[in-house]
C-alpha cells in the first residue's frame, strides 16, 4: 500500500509555456502532500506544503505565482509551473502523509523537467 | 536556518561488510530523524524512523542510532550487498509534519 503517482516522469517544454504536474494518492487518502525539487547531488528542497481545500503553504524564496499548487481532493494534488524558464529545468517530486501517519513520507516517482 | 550534513564522497564497500552512514545536523531539534533510499531518477522511499527519545532502531539488516547531544545518526548496513547501492537521504522531522533533507550520501557495494 502507500503508492504515489507522479506524472508525467518526463516533460520538455519550450521556454514561456506552463507545465503541469500531477500527484496522486492511489490506495490512501493524503491529508498534506508536499513538493520538493531536487538539483544533481544536492538534498530535496521543500517547495511547499499542500493541503486539501485549502491555499498552499510556500516555502521563503518560492514564487507563488510561478509555481502553483492546487489540492483538489484527498488524493490528488498539481504543481503548474507557469511560463517555465530553462532555470526551472530540475526534478521535482512530490509526497503525501497517510491519515493517522503523519511521520512518514512517501514519494512519487518524480518529473524531470527540461525547458528549451 | 537548520543545516544538515551527509558525506558528500561516495562510500565503496565490499560486499558483505558493514556499510556506516553518518549524518549531522546543527541549529534545530528534531521530535524524529528518518532514512531514505534513492535511486537514480527516482523519489526517495522511507526506510526508518527514530525518535529523538530513541537510542536505536532496527530493521532486518538496518541499523540507526540517534544522539540529540552529538545531534548525530548513524546509518548502518550489516552485511551489505550490490543491491544495497543507492544514494541514502537522512531527513529532520519536527513542526507542521516539514522534513528537511541532507543532500545524501551514495553508497557503492561491490561483489
Known amino acids: 500500500g502507500a503508492v504515489v503517482s507522479q506524472h508525467p516522469s518526463w516533460v520538455i517544454c519550450k521556454s514561456g509555456t506552463s507545465v503541469k504536474i500531477e500527484c496522486r494518492s492511489l490506495?490512501?487518502?493524503?491529508?498534506?502532500m508536499f513538493w520538493y525539487r531536487q538539483f544533481p547531488k544536492k538534498s530535496l528542497m521543500l517547495m511547499a506544503t499542500?493541503?486539501?481545500?485549502?491555499?498552499?503553504?510556500?516555502e521563503q524564496g518560492v514564487e507563488k505565482d510561478k509555481f502553483l499548487i492546487n489540492h483538489a481532493s484527498l488524493t490528488l494534488s498539481t504543481l503548474t509551473v507557469t511560463s517555465a524558464h530553462p532555470e526551472d529545468s530540475s526534478f521535482y517530486i512530490c509526497?503525501?502523509?497517510?491519515?493517522?501517519?503523519?511521520?512518514?513520507?512517501?514519494f512519487g516517482a518524480g518529473t524531470r523537467l527540461s525547458v528549451l | 536556518s537548520q543545516k544538515i550534513e551527509q558525506n558528500s564522497e561516495a562510500l565503496n564497500i565490499q560486499e558483505g561488510k558493514t556499510a556506516t552512514l553518518t549524518c549531522n545536523y546543527t541549529n534545530y531539534s528534531p521530535a524524529y530523524l528518518q532514512w531514505y533510499r534513492q535511486d537514480p531518477g527516482r523519489g526517495p522511499v522511507f526506510l526508518l524512523l527514530?525518535?529523538?527519545?530513541?537510542k536505536e532502531k532496527r530493521k532486518e539488516r538496518l541499523k540507526v542510532t540517534f544522539d540529540t547531544t552529538l545531534k548525530q545518526s548513524l546509518f548502518h548496513i550489516t552485511a551489505s550487498q550490490p543491491a544495497d547501492s543507492a544514494t541514502y537521504l537522512c531527513?529532520?522531522?519536527?513542526?507542521?509534519?516539514?522534513?528537511?533533507f541532507g543532500s545524501g550520501t551514495k553508497l557503492n557495494v561491490k561483489p
Open positions: 531527513a529532520l522531522g519536527g513542526n507542521f509534519n516539514k522534513f528537511y
Open positions: 509526497s503525501a502523509n497517510r491519515q493517522g501517519l503523519k511521520n512518514i513520507q512517501y
Open positions: 527514530i525518535r529523538e527519545n530513541e
Open positions: 490506495d490512501f487518502q493524503a491529508t498534506t
Open positions: 499542500s493541503n486539501e481545500g485549502s491555499k498552499a503553504t510556500y
